[in-house]
């Protein structure tokens, strides 16, 4: 099975600043990377499909990049509706493993 | 509009069984890959598995946790995607989630609470 590994597990940044998540997989996963956010009491939602492709109607500040091992969720200036849980998740083999979240908050 | 709605959820026993639904809408269901995801409280989202369309042999993957004691299922008549649970422990306890990623839309449900507990 592969595993995904995220960091940081939590970040705390303030309004307006850069912020990077990053996520490494046990094996390639060529680009079968997909980046959800899930705010408290909701159902996740996707932001970002194969590696790097914007999911419509999600905001322009969050880009996806990487392929292979190595992915990373960029937030280009952090706003308050960002606080959120965010999770990585592979689509190349079963069983499509996620990562265990990052947690982002405001502070 | 594209939407899951998961429905099925419920207080069990230890032993017990279970079945969930998730009733599809805005998207042509039957050519869909359909999953199944979970959410203990407090903890990270796990996958549990998938059933291809029938016109991909309609074949059914599991997660090993589950592997032998869920089963999941399709009617394409009705757009629904099913959940069958049974010999559940108090670690299934969790949100259930369908999910699809053959629509662009990429939806989730809005999940549905198995609480197995004596």
């Known amino acids: 099975d592969i595993q995904m590994t995220q960091s940081p597990s939590s970040l705390s940044a303030s309004v307006g600043d850069r912020v990077t998540i990053t996520c490494r997989a046990s094996?390639?996963?060529?680009?079968?990377l997909n980046w959800y956010q899930q705010k408290p009491g909701k159902a996740p939602k996707v932001l970002i499909y194969?590696?790097?492709n914007l999911q419509s109607g999600v905001s322009s500040r969050f880009s996806g990049s990487g392929s292979g091992t190595y992915f990373t969720l960029t937030i280009s200036s952090l706003q308050p509706e960002d606080v959120a849980t965010y999770y990585c998740q592979q689509t190349y083999s079963i069983p499509c493993s996620f990562g265990q979240g990052t947690k982002l908050e405001i502070k | 509009e594209v939407q899951l709605v998961e429905s099925g959820g419920g207080l069990v026993k230890p032993g017990g069984s279970l079945r969930l639904s998730c009733a599809a809408s805005g998207f042509t269901f039957t050519n869909a890959w359909m999953t199944w995801v979970r959410q203990a409280p407090g903890k990270g989202l796990e996958w549990l598995g998938r059933i291809k369309s029938k016109t991909d042999a309609g074949t059914t993957d599991y997660a090993a946790p589950v592997k032998g004691r869920f089963t999941i299922s399709r009617d394409d008549s009705k757009n629904t995607l099913y959940l069958q649970m049974n010999s559940l422990k108090t670690e299934d306890t969790a949100v259930y989630y369908c999910?699809?990623?053959?629509?662009?839309?990429?939806?989730w449900g809005q999940g549905t609470l198995v609480t197995v507990s004596s």
């Open positions: 194969a590696a790097s």
């Open positions: 999910t699809t990623e053959s629509d662009a839309a990429r939806p």
């Open positions: 094996q390639s996963i060529n680009n079968y």
